[in-house]
């Protein structure tokens, strides 16, 4: 009875979905579904144009071939009429007038009552959802959640969006925990806290990609997400099987978009990874999120946005570029109280070893610190080839004690005076005793450098970092 469904419904709050679904599921007989079509009008380089629709940008849709094979393609820009799509897939045999299809809406007009609650779900449906979950542990997808590893498909038991919306900043925990990442230099002298963000920062042929495979395995976390965002293909089944191995992968998700893969697909393997991290955190657990590189999801912003016309600004890339990097980095990090955390570290490319390239200087300017790999250092043999002088942790101070910090600071300082004087010390032209701090630093070296160096296959956790450290600086004693 109606009388009877409305007093329900006043005790149980589900019950206006509950009648508006067997309200649906008496009407299916009598609905005729349709769809909003429109047609292909142009395709020039990455942008397709699309006119007979209105749709908003982020909106999904497919451009179906005259053969029936479909290409799956986002709304990413309009003018007047005309709609422009990028394709997440090949546009390989496209042709002119094929049609451009969206989901299937049906017309039927609901119930007052259950209005309020549809204009909700409308909203929603327009924001991308993936699949996340434990089921994508130990296994390998692209940025649409297909299958890499040939290990049949994958059924996420829950769903989030793609693109989650920011929380205000002043519910976020507070960096205090102490990370152990399981590198020794990194553990003594750069420390990491549970939901820092750091930036790798490194040219090409330095000991990256194995750095990040020790991090992968040694860090304590309970999950592990990596996203390799437009990398060799080659390079991300070795990563998963010489780098990350059995061991790492079995508590790890990679989402890889390699680098012959369309650009929107790369920028949604990036927030997949992402997404499937926040998942993670949203339950409790602390998440490592490792993503290589930062540097190629740029590109792959800056492709999109040039493709739409957006004018280059900085040494070719569009405002978007500096925009998307800090909507980007800042759903890493510790969540509200009663949540886990996720730690990320991003890797970016110095072209040329440059560390003034526009990409680094922002992502320096966004990050929780900087970890600098040295050409020099990795030519010399030294891994990991981490320059200890130009690289900073910024959440340090917050967590180490005043002796630790100073222990860091007299490493640091020693150090950085042997390199400063190292051709006079080579040739011979100085004479000890004049500088006694120099004089120290020439002592302490051998054991400075022994210090800094790891095997890819060892694994030194932070209380035996700092112990190393201490019994290190205190055998100092100037030479005469």
């Not at 451009?63 to 094979?69: E, K, P, R």
């Not at 955390?341 to 200087?361: H, K, N, R």
């Not at 101070?397 to 400063?420: G, I, P």
Request: aromatic residues 6%.
């Amino acid at each position: 009875m109606p009388g009877e469904r409305q007093h329900v419904a006043e005790l149980n709050p589900a019950e206006p979905l509950l009648t508006y679904l067997r309200d649906c599921r008496d009407a299916v007989a009598q609905i005729t579904p349709w769809r909003v079509r429109g047609r292909l009008t142009r395709v020039a380089g990455l942008i397709m144009e699309a006119t007979g629709l209105k749709l908003a940008t982020g909106v999904s849709c497919q451009v179906v071939m005259a053969g029936g094979q479909q290409i799956d393609a986002e709304v990413v820009g309009f003018a007047g009429e005309r709609l422009y799509l990028m394709p997440s897939t090949d546009i390989y045999g496209l042709a002119p007038g094929a049609t451009v299809e969206t989901a299937a809406v049906c017309g039927f007009d609901p119930p007052a009552v259950h209005k309020p609650y549809l204009r909700r779900r409308r909203i929603e449906d327009r924001i991308r959802q993936v699949g996340v979950g434990a089921e994508l542990l130990g296994r390998v997808i692209d940025g649409a959640g297909r299958p890499l590893d040939r290990l049949g498909p994958v059924h996420p038991s829950r769903r989030a969006p793609l693109y989650s919306r920011p929380f205000n900043p002043m519910e976020r925990e507070p960096i205090n925990e102490v990370l152990d990442v399981g590198v020794r230099a990194i553990n003594a002298l750069l420390t990491v806290g549970r939901g820092q963000r750091m930036g790798l920062f490194a040219g090409s042929g330095v000991g990256k990609s194995m750095l990040l495979g020790m991090m992968a395995r040694y860090t304590a976390a309970d999950v592990v997400v990596v996203g390799l965002i437009g990398e060799r293909g080659r390079e991300v089944k070795d990563f998963v099987e010489n780098i990350l191995g059995s061991e790492g992968l079995e508590r790890a998700a990679v989402v890889a978009a390699p680098a012959d893969a369309p650009p929107l697909l790369r920028l949604h393997g990036a927030a997949y990874a992402t997404a499937i991290a926040e998942h993670f955190r949203d339950q409790g657990q602390h998440v490592l999120l490792i993503m290589d590189s930062l540097t190629r999801y740029a590109q792959a912003q800056r492709e999109v946005a040039l493709a739409v016309g957006e004018p280059p600004a900085t040494k070719g890339y569009p405002p978007s570029v500096f925009a998307k990097l800090p909507q980007l980095v800042e759903r890493a990090g510790n969540g509200r109280a009663g949540t886990g955390s996720i730690t990320a570290f991003y890797t970016v490319l110095m072209e040329g070893d440059d560390q003034q390239d526009p990409v680094a200087d922002a992502a320096r300017a966004i990050l929780d610190g900087h970890i600098v790999l040295s050409r020099i250092l990795a030519d010399q043999g030294h891994y990991p080839a981490i320059d200890i002088e130009a690289s900073i942790s910024r959440a340090i101070t917050e967590l180490l004690s005043r002796d630790e910090l100073e222990r860091v600071r007299r490493f640091k300082s020693l150090y950085a005076r042997y390199q400063r004087s190292r051709d006079l010390i080579t040739i011979g032209a100085y004479a000890r005793g004049n500088d006694p701090l120099l004089d120290e630093a020439i002592g302490l070296y051998p054991h400075m450098e022994a210090f800094l160096v790891q095997d890819f296959q060892q694994q030194e956790d932070y209380a035996g970092s700092r112990t190393q450290l201490a019994e290190l600086l205190g055998t100092s004693t100037a030479p005469a």
